[in-house]
C-alpha cells in the first residue's frame, strides 16, 4: 500500500530491554513525526524530522529515547532499559511539509506494553 | 514554546450538535486543523482552516476561527454515534519550519 506502515503492531518486553520501533513513511514525504499516546492521555509529541535539517529532539522524555532516518526515507525509535511507563501506543506521520495545508499521514501505530 | 489546548472529553446526545474546542498560543499559525482518530487506528485529517479565514464549512462539518482570541471550534451537526471518536485539534505556523503542534484530543461520546 502507499501509506505510512509501522513495525511491529505490538511488543511485548520486559523491563529494562531495549525495543526498537520502525516507521516506513510515504515515499517522497520529506517531514516524519513520531508522537506517543497513553492509555487515557493526549498525543505526545516526540521527535520530527525535516529533510536533512538536524531533527527536532524537544519532545523525547529521556535520554533514554532515541530517533534516527536513514537515507531521509525509513526511521527507527529505539527505547533503551523500557520502564513500564513506556508503555504507550507510538504513532509515526509523515507529511510534504509544504507551506500549504500540510497533512499528515499516520500509520496505524505500534502498541508497546512494558511488564 | 507553542502550545495547543482542548478539553478532554465531550457527551453529546445523537441527533445534537457537537462543539469542541481547542486554544493556541502560536501567532504566526498560518493553518489549523481537525483530526479524527477512531478507536484503534491512527489520525485522519478532517478538515483544516487557513487563518485569514473565520469560518469553513463542509457538509455537517463547520470549523470557526477567532484569530484575536487564539480559539478554533469545530461543530458536528446532527451528531451520530459513528461520530464517537478522539477529535485532534493542531496548528502550524513560521515557528519550527512548519511544525504541526497537536492538542490532547477531545473524547467525543455520543449516547443513542
Known amino acids: 500500500g502507499a501509506g505510512v506502515s509501522q513495525s511491529p503492531s505490538n511488543k511485548v518486553t520486559e523491563k529494562g530491554k531495549d525495543v526498537e520501533l520502525r516507521c516506513d513513511p510515504i515515499s517522497g514525504h520529506t517531514a516524519l513525526y513520531w508522537y506517543r499516546q497513553s492509555l487515557g492521555q493526549g498525543l505526545e509529541f516526540l521527535i520530527y524530522f525535516q529533510g536533512n535539517s538536524a531533527p527536532d529532539k524537544s519532545g523525547l522524555p529521556s535520554d533514554r529515547f532515541s530517533a534516527e532516518r536513514t537515507g531521509g526515507s525509513v526511521s527507527t525509535l529505539t527505547i533503551q532499559r523500557t520502564q513500564q511507563e513506556d508503555s504507550a501506543v507510538y504513532l509515526c506521520?509523515?507529511?510534504?511539509?509544504?507551506?500549504?495545508?500540510?497533512?499528515?499521514?499516520f500509520g496505524p501505530g505500534t502498541r508497546l506494553t512494558v511488564l | 514554546g507553542e502550545d495547543v489546548e482542548q478539553s478532554l472529553f465531550l457527551s453529546v446526545r445523537e441527533g445534537d450538535s457537537s462543539v469542541i474546542n481547542c486554544t493556541y498560543t502560536?501567532?504566526?499559525?498560518?493553518?489549523l486543523y481537525w483530526y479524527k482518530q477512531e478507536p484503534g487506528a491512527g489520525l485522519q485529517l478532517l478538515t483544516y482552516i487557513f487563518s485569514n479565514m473565520d469560518m469553513k464549512q463542509d457538509q455537517r462539518l463547520t470549523v470557526l476561527l477567532n484569530k484575536k482570541d487564539k480559539h478554533l471550534s469545530l461543530r458536528i451537526a446532527d451528531t451520530q454515534t459513528g461520530d464517537s471518536a478522539i477529535y485532534f485539534c493542531a496548528e502550524a505556523g513560521n515557528t519550527g519550519g512548519f511544525k504541526t503542534i497537536f492538542g490532547a484530543g477531545t473524547r467525543l461520546f455520543v449516547k443513542a
Open positions: 502560536d501567532s504566526s499559525s498560518t493553518y
Open positions: 506521520a509523515s507529511s510534504l511539509n509544504n507551506r500549504g495545508p500540510d497533512t499528515q499521514y
